[in-house]
């Protein structure tokens, strides 16, 4: 997933979702510095471990399916890329555009929303006017097998 993020584009890197902080360790290691790093985590447990692993990322105790709220007044420029780890199969169709939608108009014009899944199908429509659509080849070593999901608005 740390992959598709150019470390090299300005502005904050949103993590919705981190976890414990394996993604956010591959971007740190990709060349993400932590002070652009902005993660968006509901667990209150997950945050304190977050803060003690990256303590110079921005770290918000939130909703990440509400970003727009979760991220009121933190962003100061436009994002560089969003990686989300989120469940979004939990979630029905319209709640997954419009975080994908809200996500898209905090970030540069064509950054990437980056999606895992272990689904065979898309977590959004592959086709749309409002974005395009990418995937990686199924990662069969993961277990489940996986798959990355990259969209990106028009510039």
Excluded: H
């Excluded at 945050?47 to 303590?55: A, D, E, G, M, V």
């Excluded at 909703?63 to 100061?76: P, Q, S």
């Excluded at 950054?111 to 006017?129: L, W």
């Amino acid at each position: 997933m740390a992959s598709y993020v150019d470390p090299r584009v300005p502005g904050p890197v949103i993590e919705l979702g981190p976890g414990t902080g394996p993604v956010t360790d591959a971007l740190v290691r990709r060349g993400v510095a932590q002070d652009r790093l902005v993660l968006v985590e509901f667990n209150p447990d997950f945050c304190k471990l977050l803060k003690r692993r990256f303590p110079r990322a921005t770290i918000v105790q939130g909703d990440a399916y509400d970003i727009r709220e979760a991220l009121g007044g933190v962003l100061r420029e436009p994002a560089a890329a969003t990686v989300s780890s989120l469940p979004l199969f939990t979630k029905p169709m319209g709640k997954r555009l419009d975080l994908l939608e809200t996500a898209q108009s905090a970030m540069r014009p064509s950054a990437p929303f980056i999606q895992f899944t272990y689904a065979v199908v898309a977590p959004m429509p592959a086709r749309s006017k409002n974005y395009t659509a990418t995937c990686s080849n199924r990662v069969w070593l993961n277990l489940p097998p996986a798959r990355v999901w990259v969209y990106r608005r028009p510039a």
